[in-house]
């Protein structure tokens, strides 16, 4: 029977043949351990010299890593290994060989790991990183299609800027320019007034000179809007959705975590509600954990985020920051003008921000205002406007960065392994 790892369970006792790559080994005179991968998961295969031919067992002894074969043998159950069942070898046959593979079991410095991306992501740790991070976009399409939201594609080649013009890329659309997408908030919030809930899920770009463990050049962003809906309706939808997909992931990625070293029990602590603080009391609780210099009025930094996701286990809205700091569609607090109606949601453990969203302006006489006050003078922001001349209605929306919940969620350091290509300050290749 031919089969895949993760569907071994199915077979105890039986013969089965699996597709396979050897990530490692090791052997003495009389047996041989082959770690074995196809994808689906990894499984131990066993091969004793007394019960195999002795081809085969030389065989097994001397295949070398990242040699592809068939191998079949019997399932048996193994509550030592992670995945519960191991694989007494019956016969091998290779498919191709494997000479010289450059990613050992020993350690290897970052930069040749990245060198190396187009293998590296085959080894034990990239692989659960991934699956976490698929199971991720699994579950947010689950969130989102059973509450009602449609999933709208905004494009990626545009001709307005969403979040400021000094990130963008550009590049030449036939006669005119036109900007790799930064955000599709714009085009979420004409989807939004057609389809009442909606949510896109794609790639951006910010042409950002930040060489830090959170910023990419490229990263996905999974961007709600929704109409009739104002800033705490919006906390709400992003508390739960936050709390499902971590959810998700403890249900349906034992291994993968298990595989990560990641503490578990503090995923567990992260269901809604979220602790909302405001821009102010940031302020006040920054000043009382000794950042003394801090000033109303500037942006935070990751120090900051740091500091302030310290105070709680579970990540934490800082709301009503000061208008000039964000971007040119929030909506003001009526009560006091010089703040806005956004939240960002800072992950714990010091992985920053992981949303930022906001109630938008949708009076259209307050939008000319922000639109002369930017400068935003060029036509290809006319739409737009348009969206708060024909029905205008309360609307609020976020984005969420991928790759900095997959960091959070899987306990990994830096932004780069979350992704299976990064694009980084210095990195195109591979
Ligand atoms: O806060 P940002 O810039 O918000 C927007 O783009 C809004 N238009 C979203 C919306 O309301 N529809 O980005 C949202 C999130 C951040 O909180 C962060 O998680 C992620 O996108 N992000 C990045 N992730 C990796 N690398 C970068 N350079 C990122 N910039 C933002
Ligand atoms: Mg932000």
């Known amino acids: 029977m031919k089969t895949t790892i993760d569907q071994v369970s199915k077979y105890i006792d039986q013969e089965v043949t699996i597709g ?15 770690q074995l991968r196809d994808g689906s998961g990894f499984i131990q295969g066993v091969v004793v010299k007394a019960e195999v031919p002795e081809e085969t067992f030389q065989l097994a002894k001397n295949m070398t890593q990242e040699t592809s074969l068939y191998v079949t043998g019997v399932v048996k159950e193994d509550t030592r290994s992670p995945l519960g069942y191991e694989l007494q070898v019956k016969s091998i046959e290779v498919i191709s060989e494997s000479v010289d593979y ?36 699994r579950s947010t399409y689950d969130f989102f299609n059973n509450n009602g939201y449609v999933k709208i594609d905004p494009p990626i080649l545009t001709g307005s800027a969403a979040e400021g013009t000094t990130e963008l890329f550009h590049t030449q659309y036939f006669d005119e320019e036109a900007y790799l997408s930064q955000s599709g908030q714009l085009y979420m919030e004409a989807a939004a007034m057609a389809f009442g809930k909606v949510f896109s ?27 009739f809906m104002d800033h705490e309706d919006s906390l709400v939808v992003q508390e739960q959705y936050v709390s499902y997909i971590v959810k998700s992931v403890l249900e349906k990625c034992k291994i993968e975590l298990d595989t990560l070293g990641r503490d578990v029990e503090k995923l567990e602590k992260i269901q809604a509600p979220f602790p909302r603080i405001t821009y102010d ?21 990751a120090p900051h985020e740091t500091a302030i996701a310290k105070s709680f286990d579970k990540p934490v809205f800082i709301t009503h920051y000061p208008a000039d700091i964000k971007a040119f569609y929030m909506k003001p607090d009526p009560d006091r003008p010089e703040v806005v109606l956004c939240a960002d949601l800072i992950a714990p453990e010091g992985y920053g921000e992981m949303i930022g969203g906001s109630q938008r302006i949708d009076d259209l006489e307050l939008m000319e205002k922000r639109y002369k006050e930017h400068n935003l003078t060029s036509d290809a922001y006319q739409w737009y406007l348009e969206l708060r001349k024909y029905g205008s209605v309360p609307h609020s929306g976020f984005g969420l960065g991928l790759e900095r919940t997959v960091a959070w969620i899987s306990g990994v350091d830096h932004v780069r392994e979350t992704i299976p290509f990064p694009r980084l300050l210095n990195r195109l290749y591979p």
Not at 20 to 34: C, D, E, P, T, Y
Not at 281 to 292: H, M
């Open 20 to 34: 396979v790559w050897l990530a490692n080994k090791r052997s003495s005179g009389k047996i041989a351990f082959l």
């Open 102 to 137: 450059p990613i050992t079991p020993k350690e290897h410095g970052t930069e040749f790991l990245m060198d190396h991306r187009h293998l590296w992501l085959r080894s034990k740790k990239q692989h659960a990183i991934m699956k976490i991070r698929n199971e991720i976009i």
């Open 201 to 227: 899920f794609g790639p951006t770009f910010r042409a950002e000179k930040s060489k830090t463990r959170r910023h990419l050049i490229e990263f996905w962003m999974i961007e709600p809007e929704m109409a």
């Open 281 to 301: 009391e940031a302020i006040e609780l920054l000043k009382e954990n000794g950042f003394d210099d801090v000033e109303w009025g500037e942006d935070f930094g």
